[in-house]
């Protein structure tokens, strides 16, 4: 039975899981009182659609779906926000296993090893995908081999959405970081980037002058900025079939203790969780953010002084953490071909217009996007697209990818060594516990094949 | 329809006296309801969890080949399953000596108030109705929360209530006494009310002072509401879930992960039903064994009263 209300189209304001439940709850009275679901007329086309885009991006992707609303007056989007991380994936893959599942979902490009290919989502349709004008080559082309297992195409990549380096311009200003066009000058090296975050700490009046997510409830910051360090001095996790630890102890050490260095000395705040370290940035409390690209609506929309730059370089190359947003079919048991024709109608729209989904801060996978002037205009969300070329994906294991197991465990990991309760030896000793009983589990969806 | 069974069952054997009897007699008609609500959820889910416990199926359905005692074998040797044990059983000893003696103490505090005492009884009860997600919500986000938590502010220390693997399940502890407290409490209340008032006004009489009434009256008189506030109390906190996985997520470093919510990571956020089967079963046995100790000392107690 279809009576899951639809999320109303409201215009962009922020969603708050309150008013997301309070609209809910409004439209399940209104509709069980009148019976007659709104906005539900019998010509149109219903595409289910479920998203975890729930921070300051998720304003932008409901802009998108009522854009294509106004558009296509005979298809209707039907769009759920869920809570991202694990609880979303569990909801996908059981919803995949009754084969009740939405038409098109979001997802993470490294998640896609682990959740059953064939099984709990269905192989992209490539005719309608060329029927709506994509072509492979228009993707990036290491997301576009990836989003394949065995060489079959699982899901449409979205975006690629990299670690990056939110810097208030006042406060570097203050200290004399910037260049003479107003821009972060680049920093190459550890001394370099202590040096400077020194100075915009004594501007800031010897508050910490680096946020980012250092602590809390499955906390994955400490995993994103190891990830990213680590993968600059060119050490691997894993081998490439996914068999054997390749951890070089000696790289993995050095950026442990880097990261200590920065607890230590008060360069950064070792018991900010995600929410704090958002708004030690947004109040003008830190200089200096580490996250995901995500969180540029809420700065924009808080009209401060700030702007973007790459992940800054400090252990030789340039690398940042990353994760993709791709679209997929979850599996259904049966498929109305009205439908299906409507859902790639719509993850095309989606993808032909990722210049506006740039807004939210990810670099676009749709190569066409990153040449049109509306994107390379978008200040500062072009300012760090280069990163596009030189992003540190997971392993392709099954236990990978946002929020899966792996994060969490060297999350968990390396968070006490930044505060300082572990050292780096015992920080990395229980990741690759961790890593080494990751491995040793069976996957859950061995391969039938 | 009274004399179709009455008359052979002076001379016919008991069992066809029994048949003779139409189901609406016993009572079935009434507890069909029940019946088929209880064999839905409890008892075929309880068969198919055994099964699934046997087999290596996945939370897709697939892959669910039987593997016989494989998955309890792994739980066996799985380091984490013993420390998520332990860790139920660990809050279980921790939450239940205050949960069953700090009951005791606000009802014999609030029973011999004069003044206000439906404040106070409101005070400690309150708690109780509140939900496990507006509890974990409050006491992590505004009590235990670091840097600028109710706690660290009020003490002036620089603790990480939840962070610290040798703290957090001692925070989880204060959370869930001070939230469920109030039932015991309620108990107690309830069975302090029912004592009868001359029992005291006799033992007055006989110059009994305050602490010999309560030690020669009032906890006798309480033993059999002890005895039910442990089992029930025993039972829920073996069964612990909800504001550990809403507060700590079972961290920092596997200090508070409960057995049920070890099952939980391996069969929803793992994927993995059938060893997350086998892991609750384990936890079945030991919850049924708890009960047959309880009702086998109850029972025994019961009769030495007698």
Same mark, same amino acid.
């Given at each position: 039975?279809?009576?899951?209300?639809?999320?109303?189209?409201?215009?962009?304001?922020?969603?708050?899981?309150?008013?997301?439940?309070?609209?809910?709850?409004?439209?399940?009275?209104?509709?069980?009182?009148?019976?007659?679901?709104?906005?539900?007329?019998?010509?149109?086309?219903?595409?289910?659609?479920?998203?975890?885009?729930?921070?300051?991006?998720?304003?932008?992707?409901?802009?998108?779906?009522?854009?294509?609303?106004?558009?296509?007056?005979?298809?209707?989007?039907?769009?759920?926000?869920?809570?991202?991380?694990?609880?979303?994936?569990?909801?996908?893959?059981?919803?995949?296993?009754?084969?009740?599942?939405?038409?098109?979902?979001?997802?993470?490009?490294?998640?896609?090893?682990?959740?059953?290919?064939?099984?709990?989502?269905?192989?992209?349709?490539?005719?309608?995908?060329?029927?709506?004008?994509?072509?492979?080559?228009?993707?990036?082309?290491?997301?576009?081999?990836?989003?394949?297992?065995?060489?079959?195409?699982?899901?449409?990549?979205?975006?690629?959405?990299?670690?990056?380096?939110?810097?208030?311009?006042?406060?570097?200003?203050?200290?004399?970081?910037?260049?003479?066009?107003?821009?972060?000058?680049?920093?190459?090296?550890?001394?370099?980037?202590?040096?400077?975050?020194?100075?915009?700490?004594?501007?800031?009046?010897?508050?910490?002058?680096?946020?980012?997510?250092?602590?809390?409830?499955?906390?994955?910051?400490?995993?994103?900025?190891?990830?990213?360090?680590?993968?600059?001095?060119?050490?691997?996790?894993?081998?490439?079939?996914?068999?054997?630890?390749?951890?070089?102890?000696?790289?993995?050490?050095?950026?442990?203790?880097?990261?200590?260095?920065?607890?230590?000395?008060?360069?950064?705040?070792?018991?900010?969780?995600?929410?704090?370290?958002?708004?030690?940035?947004?109040?003008?409390?830190?200089?200096?953010?580490?996250?995901?690209?995500?969180?540029?609506?809420?700065?924009?929309?808080?009209?401060?002084?700030?702007?973007?730059?790459?992940?800054?370089?400090?252990?030789?190359?340039?690398?940042?953490?990353?994760?993709?947003?791709?679209?997929?079919?979850?599996?259904?048991?049966?498929?109305?071909?009205?439908?299906?024709?409507?859902?790639?109608?719509?993850?095309?729209?989606?993808?032909?217009?990722?210049?506006?989904?740039?807004?939210?801060?990810?670099?676009?996978?749709?190569?066409?996007?990153?040449?049109?002037?509306?994107?390379?205009?978008?200040?500062?969300?072009?300012?760090?697209?280069?990163?596009?070329?030189?992003?540190?994906?997971?392993?392709?294991?099954?236990?990978?990818?946002?929020?899966?197991?792996?994060?969490?465990?060297?999350?968990?990991?390396?968070?006490?060594?930044?505060?300082?309760?572990?050292?780096?030896?015992?920080?990395?000793?229980?990741?690759?516990?961790?890593?080494?009983?990751?491995?040793?589990?069976?996957?859950?969806?061995?391969?039938?094949? | 329809?009274?004399?179709?069974?009455?008359?052979?069952?002076?001379?016919?054997?008991?069992?066809?006296?029994?048949?003779?009897?139409?189901?609406?007699?016993?009572?079935?008609?009434?507890?069909?309801?029940?019946?088929?609500?209880?064999?839905?959820?409890?008892?075929?889910?309880?068969?198919?969890?055994?099964?699934?416990?046997?087999?290596?199926?996945?939370?897709?359905?697939?892959?669910?080949?039987?593997?016989?005692?494989?998955?309890?074998?792994?739980?066996?040797?799985?380091?984490?399953?013993?420390?998520?044990?332990?860790?139920?059983?660990?809050?279980?000893?921790?939450?239940?000596?205050?949960?069953?003696?700090?009951?005791?103490?606000?009802?014999?505090?609030?029973?011999?108030?004069?003044?206000?005492?439906?404040?106070?009884?409101?005070?400690?009860?309150?708690?109780?109705?509140?939900?496990?997600?507006?509890?974990?919500?409050?006491?992590?986000?505004?009590?235990?929360?670091?840097?600028?938590?109710?706690?660290?502010?009020?003490?002036?220390?620089?603790?990480?209530?939840?962070?610290?693997?040798?703290?957090?399940?001692?925070?989880?502890?204060?959370?869930? /006494?001070?939230?469920?407290?109030?039932?015991?409490?309620?108990?107690?209340?309830?069975?302090?009310?029912?004592?009868?008032?001359?029992?005291?006004?006799?033992?007055?009489?006989?110059?009994?002072?305050?602490?010999?009434?309560?030690?020669?009256?009032?906890?006798?008189?309480?033993?059999?509401?002890?005895?039910?506030?442990? /089992?029930?109390?025993?039972?829920?906190?073996?069964?612990?879930?909800?504001?550990?996985?809403?507060?700590?997520?079972?961290?920092?470093?596997?200090?508070?992960?409960?057995?049920?919510?070890?099952?939980?990571?391996?069969?929803?956020?793992?994927?993995?039903?059938?060893?997350?089967?086998?892991?609750?079963?384990?936890?079945?046995?030991?919850? /049924?064994?708890?009960?047959?100790?309880?009702?086998?000392?109850?029972?025994?107690?019961?009769?030495?009263?007698?």
């Amino acid at each position: 039975m279809d009576d899951i209300p639809p999320t109303p189209h409201r215009t962009p304001t922020t969603i708050t899981r309150r008013n997301l439940l309070g609209g809910a709850l409004a439209l399940g009275l209104l509709s069980s009182g009148c019976s007659i679901p709104v906005g539900l007329g019998s010509s149109q086309t219903r595409v289910k659609y479920w998203h975890f885009l729930g921070a300051s991006d998720g304003v932008i992707m409901n802009g998108m779906v009522g854009a294509f609303a106004k558009e296509n007056p005979a298809l209707f989007v039907e769009e759920n926000v869920l809570q991202w991380g694990e609880p979303f994936y569990t909801k996908v893959a059981m919803a995949g296993a009754g084969g009740r599942s939405p038409d098109v979902a979001t997802f993470h490009l490294a998640r896609l090893a682990g959740i059953g290919p064939g099984q709990i989502l269905d192989p992209i349709n490539l005719d309608l995908l060329a029927e709506n004008g994509l072509r492979a080559e228009d993707f990036s082309p290491p997301i576009w081999e990836r989003a394949h297992i065995d060489g079959v195409l699982y899901a449409v990549p979205f975006d690629a959405h990299p670690m990056v380096q939110y810097y208030n311009t006042d406060v570097c200003g203050r200290a004399g970081l910037l260049g003479g066009d107003g821009k972060l000058l680049p920093t190459k090296g550890t001394d370099q980037l202590l040096e400077s975050l020194r100075k915009a700490k004594e501007a800031l009046g010897g508050k910490p002058s680096l946020a980012f997510d250092a602590l809390g409830l499955g906390t994955v910051g400490p995993w994103r900025v190891w990830s990213s360090l680590y993968a600059q001095s060119g050490g691997t996790l894993l081998s490439d079939d996914g068999t054997q630890i390749t951890i070089d102890d000696a790289k993995a050490l050095e950026v442990l203790a880097f990261m200590r260095t920065l607890g230590e000395e008060g360069l950064c705040d070792p018991t900010t969780d995600y929410g704090a370290s958002v708004a030690a940035f947004q109040n003008g409390n830190a200089a200096f953010l580490w996250n995901g690209d995500w969180e540029t609506t809420t700065f924009k929309l808080a009209k401060m002084p700030f702007s973007m730059a790459r992940f800054p370089s400090v252990f030789g190359g340039a690398s940042a953490q990353a994760d993709c947003h791709v679209f997929v079919v979850p599996h259904q048991r049966a498929r109305d071909p009205q439908v299906e024709r409507a859902t790639y109608r719509f993850i095309a729209y989606l993808v032909k217009n990722s210049a506006d989904w740039a807004v939210a801060g990810h670099v676009p996978a749709y190569l066409p996007a990153l040449e049109q002037p509306e994107y390379l205009a978008l200040q500062p969300q072009s300012e760090y697209r280069s990163v596009i070329t030189e992003v540190a994906l997971d392993p392709q294991v099954w236990f990978a990818g946002s929020a899966s197991r792996l994060w969490i465990e060297f999350g968990e990991a390396f968070s006490p060594v930044i505060g300082g309760t572990r050292t780096p030896e015992e920080g990395l000793a229980l990741a690759k516990n961790a890593l080494r009983r990751l491995m040793e589990t069976p996957n859950p969806f061995p391969e039938e094949r | 329809m009274t004399t179709t069974v009455a008359a052979p069952a002076t001379t016919a054997p008991v069992a066809k006296a029994k048949a003779a009897r139409p189901w609406t007699q016993h009572g079935m008609l009434f507890i069909a309801p029940f019946l088929v609500v209880y064999v839905a959820f409890l008892v075929w889910p309880l068969l198919l969890g055994l099964q699934m416990s046997l087999s290596s199926v996945n939370i897709a359905g697939s892959n669910d080949g039987f593997v016989g005692f494989a998955n309890y074998a792994e739980a066996f040797g799985d380091p984490r399953m013993w420390r998520s044990l332990w860790n139920t059983v660990l809050f279980t000893v921790l939450s239940t000596v205050p949960l069953v003696i700090l009951g005791l103490v606000f009802a014999l505090l609030v029973h011999n108030l004069r003044f206000m005492r439906w404040l106070w009884r409101l005070s400690f009860f309150a708690p109780f109705l509140l939900p496990s997600a507006v509890v974990a919500v409050l006491w992590r986000q505004m009590i235990y929360q670091p840097g600028f938590g109710l706690l660290n502010g009020t003490l002036g220390t620089d603790s990480l209530w939840l962070g610290d693997p040798n703290m957090a399940m001692w925070s989880v502890v204060m959370t869930t /006494v001070w939230w469920t407290v109030g039932f015991n409490f309620l108990l107690y209340l309830a069975a302090l009310q029912s004592i009868p008032e001359q029992l005291y006004e006799a033992a007055s009489i006989d110059g009994a002072s305050a602490w010999d009434k309560l030690r020669s009256i009032t906890l006798p008189m309480l033993r059999r509401t002890t005895g039910l506030v442990v /089992v029930l109390q025993l039972l829920a906190s073996l069964k612990v879930f909800d504001q550990i996985y809403l507060m700590t997520g079972g961290g920092p470093e596997d200090s508070t992960r409960p057995i049920i919510e070890y099952a939980y990571d391996i069969g929803f956020t793992g994927y993995r039903v059938g060893y997350a089967s086998a892991v609750s079963y384990i936890l079945f046995i030991l919850i /049924v064994a708890v009960s047959l100790v309880q009702l086998r000392l109850l029972r025994k107690r019961e009769e030495s009263l007698r």
